[in-house]
């Protein structure tokens, strides 16, 4: 608690006098030199969860204990693959029920509120996954920064009622620009395999024009195409 507190005044010195935003994020307590990879993990961890919950304060591994009830929050891998797949397909009602599936599973019967450990961490790495399939789905444009920032401000809420609500309205929008990507990578990948067509049409009509064998059907038929086309 006394690193968090100094780290806190340090962080809070470069905002005020440089004007710079400084993230830190502490492990917990390591004894031997063998746990500082284990440490480095957790303070990674601590540092990305910071992020997205938009705290000003340092990020401790320590308070992402997202154990409710004795029990840990599920998200196999097998169900961010899923979620992934249906945000690249652009389907935005299958990408909704995967995860109105996956807080079902970690919901209690009857249970109306999430503990708010496990609550953050579970809309931690939902909105992490649906951030990571936007940026990989972006070429030279990337994702809206407004979209962007809703979908970090999700990671506050705590009520099952209130993350679907949030998250109901920003899937379709991230289903739409993944979409939208995807027909402006095949229009780009057709318009250059046009050009690249053309050109090489064009360079072998300079290279043979005189040659009196050089028609339109052996043009046509060197590139794989029609003499109609």
């Not at 909704?96 to 079902?104: F, G, K, Q, V």
């Not at 506050?156 to 979409?179: D, F, I, S």
Request: aromatic residues 6%; proline residues 4%; negative net charge.
């Amino acid at each position: 608690q006394e690193l968090a507190k100094v780290l806190t005044e340090m962080t809070a010195d470069f905002r005020i006098r440089l004007d710079v935003r400084l993230n830190c994020a502490l492990s917990k307590l390591v004894r031997t030199l063998g746990e500082l990879p284990l440490a480095r993990g957790q303070a990674l961890a601590a540092l990305e969860y910071g992020y997205v919950t938009g705290s000003d304060r340092p990020s401790l591994f320590s308070d992402m204990d997202v154990r409710a009830n004795s029990r840990l929050y599920r998200y196999s891998l097998e169900d961010e693959e899923r979620l992934i797949n249906t945000l690249r397909a652009g389907e935005s009602a299958q990408a909704l029920e995967s995860l109105r599936e996956i807080i079902r599973s970690n919901r209690a019967e009857g249970e109306e509120t999430w503990n708010p450990h496990a609550a953050r961490g579970l809309i931690w790495e939902l909105c992490g996954t649906i951030m990571k399939t936007l940026n990989q789905s972006s070429d030279d444009d990337p994702p809206p920064a407004e979209l962007l920032e809703r979908i970090i401000l999700l990671s506050q809420g705590q009520r099952v009622e209130q993350a679907l609500e949030g998250l109901a309205t920003v899937v379709p929008e991230a289903c739409a620009w993944v979409t939208e990507q995807g027909r402006r990578r095949q229009l780009a990948y057709r318009s250059q395999a046009n050009r690249e067509l053309i050109e090489g049409i064009c360079d072998e009509l300079r290279t043979g024009y005189a040659d009196p064998g050089l028609n339109l059907s052996r043009l046509a038929d060197r590139h794989g195409l029609s003499p109609a086309y």
